[in-house]
């Protein structure tokens, strides 16, 4: 055995996202790439804003002494500052560089926030359908995962979430705009979670966060907002990244935003701060924080997505398929005609249609369709979707 256990079984049940990605760059070889479409990876065909390359070519080219050296962990106190005050600016809060850490993505900034805040042993309550990489990410900090499903519309369901905490409960984590689903969820509903999570934590007798995982935040269609979580919670931390909002996700660039009322703010600051070293992340890239510090009020161009969005939309009910359509992010999480959606992923692969079962998001039943691509892979593939969903029919 020449790699870990624990690894080789990870291996084996990772992600069905990579695995049919994976399977798609196969294909994409033998049959070419315009016959393969492609909607199984979050990975935005978009280039970033043209505000965004242009400050990024004067910031690689100011060569300034000690612009590549090690900085604090939490990263550069100016990029902290100008991230505060544009979270300062939108709740009305007292944010300031003690309340900000910068991150390698959200993904990086969620391992940070287990780290620091959970013990082995502690619980992180996730809602499905889920992220998967939720799943590593616990495990990566021996903390263990409580499922809550949510109702039919994907929306959160008190009750569930109740069910699922239990004294060893940590984190509440949700994710809104969700993927893989485009729910956002009002301000009411986070507004009960932490009522709830009040009560809990009291009870315990030590806090359980309220964690908002929130890339997709400015990623929305028709008057939909996302609720200002800080404003609703102040046991709030948020992890966020700007790789969907500026289509930056290879340059791993995000931060965590702590509220600064939550409880033990300062020492929730400084573990995140040690956590964000020892994991070997050390800080965020220096020229990407550097770059995003001024671009915090850059708003994403949605058409594209609007478009995509409309094409499946129509295209998907017309066809019989059972979807809700999504208010934010860049997915549909669509009904599978028939129970096996690992089945009917593979009905639609045969069809050159590449799209992700339910099942590795925690909700069998469904797959997900990652419409970040040109909107002509989306008419193409129409035809594709109504033929699987006929032979599906046809199994009756
Ligand atoms: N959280 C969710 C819900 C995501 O969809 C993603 C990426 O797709 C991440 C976190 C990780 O984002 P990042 O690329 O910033 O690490």
């Known amino acids: 055995m020449t790699i870990s256990k624990k690894i080789e079984g990870m291996m084996e049940r990772s992600s069905w996202i990579r695995r049919m990605f994976d399977e798609g760059a196969k294909l994409k070889k033998t049959l070419g ?25 004067k910031l690689a080219c100011d060569n300034l002494p000690g612009t590549h050296r090690y900085m604090p962990n ?4 100016e990029v902290r500052e100008q991230v505060a005050a544009h979270l300062a600016h939108e709740s009305g809060l007292p944010f300031g560089a003690g309340n900000v850490i910068m991150t390698v993505g959200a993904g990086g900034a969620l391992n940070v926030i287990i780290k ?33 499903q949510t109702d039919e519309k ?33 301000a009411q509903t986070i507004q009960e979670i932490s009522r709830l999570l009040d009560g809990k934590s009291a009870a315990n007798g030590r806090p359980i966060y309220l964690v908002m995982d929130e890339p997709y935040r400015k990623l ?35 931060y965590i935003a702590i509220h600064p009322g939550i409880e033990g703010a300062a020492k929730v600051f400084d573990a995140m701060t040690l956590a964000n070293r020892i994991l070997g992340f050390v800080n965020a890239p220096a020229l990407f924080q550097r ?69 590795g998001f925690g909700r069998a039943g469904h797959f ?22 006929a032979e599906a029919k046809g199994l009756g």
Do not use: W
């Open 33 to 57: 790439e315009d016959k393969i479409f492609d909607f199984t990876l979050g990975n935005p065909t978009g280039e970033p804003p043209a505000r965004v390359s242009g400050e990024l070519c």
């Open 74 to 77: 939490a990263g550069l106190p």
């Open 116 to 148: 620091a805040l959970c013990d082995p042993g502690d619980e992180i309550v996730i809602l499905a359908p889920y992220f998967a990489e939720y799943l590593f990410y616990a495990d990566n900090h021996q903390a263990a995962v409580k499922v809550a």
């Open 154 to 186: 994907f929306q959160p369901v008190i009750g569930e979430i109740e069910k699922a905490i239990g004294p060893k409960t940590r984190i509440v984590l949700l994710n809104s705009p969700n993927n893989p689903t485009g729910a956002v969820y009002p």
């Open 220 to 254: 929305t269609y028709d008057d939909v907002a996302v609720p200002n979580v800080f404003k609703l919670s102040n046991r709030a931390i948020v992890a966020t990244s700007h790789s969907k909002d500026l289509n930056l996700p290879g340059e791993r660039i995000g």
């Open 291 to 359: 770059l995003v510090g001024g671009m915090q009020d850059v708003s994403p161009d949605m058409t594209v997505y609007a478009a995509n969005r409309k094409i499946l939309v129509d295209g998907l009910e017309a066809a019989g398929y059972e979807i809700t359509p999504p208010d934010g992010g860049f997915y549909i999480f669509a009904k599978s005609p028939i129970a096996d959606d690992i089945r009917f992923v593979d009905m639609l692969k045969k069809r050159n249609v590449l799209t992700v079962p339910g099942a």
């Open 368 to 389: 997900r369709i990652a419409y970040c691509c040109f909107s002509e892979q989306c008419e193409k593939a129409l035809p594709g979707f109504a033929a699987a969903a």
